[in-house]
C-alpha cells in the first residue's frame, strides 16, 4: 500500500499532499501521516509556511465511518489532537481546497490558519445525516468564521455549500482560479512572515445571537421529529456564542458522544453503511463488464409503466413505450405529461425540459418497434399465462443481448424465463409504485441470470437514481413475501378483538409511515384477493376466506372505489372508520366462534413487526437475501418502515433477539396458532450465541 501522505518542499513552502483514495477519509493511517509531515515540516528551517492539500476529488470528505467504535476511532492522533497540532503548529498553515471538504475534512481546514479553495469546492459538515453533531471542533469554529446563523444553518442542515459562497469571509481567505497547489504556495509564501491569527482566539459577535438562537430552537424542534442529532447540533453552536472556545469544544464532545450512543444515530449509521453494503453482490466478480443500455423498452403505460418510463426519461435514456389500444397509450402519455407539468409549475423543471423528457418516448401499438432496444421491462397483469404470451414474443422480436425484464411483484422470475430461449438474459426488475417517485428496487436474481445481466441492472438502478436491493426468487421476493407475514399478523390482531383503527394508529405511532390497512386501501385490496386466490389455485386447495376477501366480495376495494377497511369521501383520502367494516368483522369472529379481547398497541407492534423480523430470518437464511441490512433497506425505502428504527433486522438487535424468540415463542403456543409464529431457526441461533443480524 503507498503512502497516505506525500511531502515536498517548493522554496520555502512544505506541501503536505493526502494521497488515500477515493475521498482522504482521515483513517488512523492518514492521521499519523499527516502528524509526521507536520512533525518534519516545523523541524525544517528552510520551510517557512505550509501548504496541506488533498485530490482534485477531495480535499478530505472526513472521518472514516467504518472505523466508528472499533478501537482505530481512538488511536493517536485522534482527529482532535491532529486538529489542535495542526493550529498549533509555529508555521502558516494554508489549507488548499478542492471538491468534498466535508465533516472531519472540513473541521481539518478550520483547524488551519489559511484557506484557500477552487470555486467550486464544497465545504459542509453532514454528520447530522448520520445522526451525530461535528465532533471534532467544528461546531465551535465555523460560528467564528462566517457567523452564527449561517454555521447554525449548515451545522443543522448537513447540506455542503460551494467555496465561492464564502469568499471574501474568514473562511475562505482566496479563491483560487488556475492550479491549486501553484497558488496555495504563492499565497502561503504571502504570509510567511505574518503574525499567526487562529480561529480559536476568533470571538462570535451577534448582537442579536439570542434572539435568534430562541426562534431557532422552535423551528428545529419541530422540524427534527424524532432525531435529536438537529437540537443537539444547535446548542453546541450556541455555545460559540456565550462560551470560552475550550469550554465549548468540551460540551461539542459531551454531545458529540452522547449521539452515538443514541438508537438514532445507530439507525442512520446502520443505514449509510447498508446503502452501500447493497451494492456489493457475493459471487459476481468486480468489475464485471456491463451491457450497454441505450435504449429501452416498457410494456404497459398504465401508471406502473409510466412511472417506469419516467425514470429512464429523467436519465435522458429513450423508452419505446407500447400499449395494446391507442387509447390506453393517449392516456398514459397524458399522465407522463401531466406529471412532469405539475413538476415544471412547481419551478423543478423548465418548460423545455418538459418537452425534451416527452421528446424522448417513442410510443407504440406493436412488438416490432422493441427489434433495437438493449433492455425491456414489462409491466402489465400479474397472470403468469400473460407473462408467457409477452416473454415468448419478446424473445422472438428482441436482438440478441436484450436484456429482458420483468416488473412481476410476485411471480416467478426462473418460470418466466422458461418462456425464452435465453433464460441468462432473463432478469426481475421490481419496482415500487409510483415508480418515479419510490427509491427502491428489486433486483430479482434468476437461477440462469448472467452475471453481467445482473451487474448491468444493479448499475442501472444507480443511473436512475435507484437504491437497489438484490433478490433471490420466491413468492414476493424480499419484500412482499415479508408484507403477507406483516398482513397477516395485523389480520390476526383484527380476528382477536382490535379494529383496523387501532392497529393502524398504534403502528404510525411506532413511526410507520402508514399501518396496514390504510397501506391496503390504497394500494387496492383487489391485489392481495388476486393473489390469494392464485396461490390457493396453485396448491390445488379451497380458498379459506379471511376478512379482507369479505370486504371485496362487497365490492370494497379500497380508495379507488371509495371504500376498503375504511370509507373515503369523494376526492379526498382521509380515512373514516366504517360501521359497515366493524360489522363485518363482527359477523366474521361470530361465524368463527371468535370471543373479541382487548388488545394493547404494544401487542399490536409486537407481533406485526416481529413477524416481519422473523420472515426476514428465514429469507436471510434461504439466501434470498444475501445480508440482514438489505432487507432493512428493503423495508426502509419500499414500506415506509421509520427511518430511526433502522429497518426491522436492526430494530429486532436493538430489542435484543432473545426477546424476540421469547415473544415469538408466546404467539407460537396460542390455542390455533399459525405455524408461521415458530421462531425461525437463524433467528433462534443466533439468539442462542448471543450474536445479532448486523
Known sequence: MSEPVSYEVRGPVAVITMDRPPVNSLGAALRTGIANAFDRASADANVKAIVLAGSARAFSAGADVTEFGTPLAAREPNLRVLIDLVEKTAKPVVAAIAGQCLGGGFELAMGCHYRVALADAQLGLPEVKIG?????????????????????????????????????????????????????????????????????????????????????????????????????????????????????????????????????????????????????????????????????????????????TMNFL???????????????????????????????????????????????????????????VDLVIEAVFENMDVKEQVFRTLDEVCKPGAILASNTSYLNIDRIATFTKRPADVIGLHFFSPANVMRLLEVVRGAQTAPDVLATGMALAKTIKKIAVVSGVCDGFIGNRMLARYGAAAQGLINAGALPQQVDGALQKFGLAMGPFRMGDLAGLDIGWATRKRKAAEAGVEMKPIIADKLCEAGRFGQKTGAGWYRYEAGKRDPIPDPVTEQLIADYRAAAGITPRKISDEEVVERCIYALVNEGARILDEGIAARASDIDIVYLNGYGFPLHRGGPMLYADMVGLPNVVRALRRFAAEPGADASWAPAPLLVKLAEEGKTFN
Open 314 to 372: 429523467n436519465a435522458g435514456i429513450p423508452v419505446v413505450l407500447l400499449e395494446m389500444k391507442q387509447e390506453a397509450l393517449d392516456k398514459g402519455l397524458g399522465t407522463i405529461r401531466r406529471n412532469y407539468e405539475n413538476s415544471a409549475k412547481k419551478g423543478k423543471l423548465k418548460a423545455e425540459q418538459v418537452e425534451q423528457r416527452m421528446g424522448l418516448i417513442t410510443p407504440t401499438l406493436t412488438y416490432d418497434a422493441f427489434k433495437d
Open 132 to 308: 451525530l453533531l461535528p465532533g471534532a471542533t467544528g461546531t465551535q469554529r465555523l460560528p467564528r468564521l462566517i457567523g452564527l446563523e449561517a454555521a447554525l444553518n449548515m451545522c443543522v442542515s448537513g447540506n455542503p455549500v460551494k467555496a465561492e459562497a464564502f469568499a471574501g469571509t474568514p473562511l475562505i481567505d482566496q479563491i483560487i482560479s488556475g492550479n491549486l497547489v501553484d497558488g496555495a504556495v504563492l499565497f502561503a509564501t504571502g504570509v510567511a512572515d505574518k503574525p499567526i491569527q487562529r480561529v480559536r482566539d476568533r470571538k462570535v459577535k451577534d448582537p442579536q445571537g439570542e434572539a435568534f438562537l430562541q426562534f431557532a430552537r422552535n423551528t428545529v424542534g419541530a422540524m427534527a421529529g424524532p432525531f435529536p442529532a438537529p437540537m443537539k447540533c444547535l446548542e453546541a453552536v450556541a455555545h460559540a456564542l456565550t462560551k470560552p472556545f475550550d469550554e465549548g469544544v468540551k460540551l461539542e464532545r459531551e454531545g458529540f458522544m452522547a449521539l452515538m450512543q443514541s438508537p438514532e444515530s445507530r439507525a442512520l449509521r446502520h443505514v449509510f453503511a447498508a446503502e452501500r453494503a447493497a451494492a456489493k453482490i457475493p459471487g459476481l466478480p468486480e468489475g464485471t463488464a456491463l451491457r450497454e443500455i441505450k435504449r429501452v423498452g416498457v410494456i404497459g403505460a398504465g401508471t406502473m409503466g409510466g412511472g417506469i
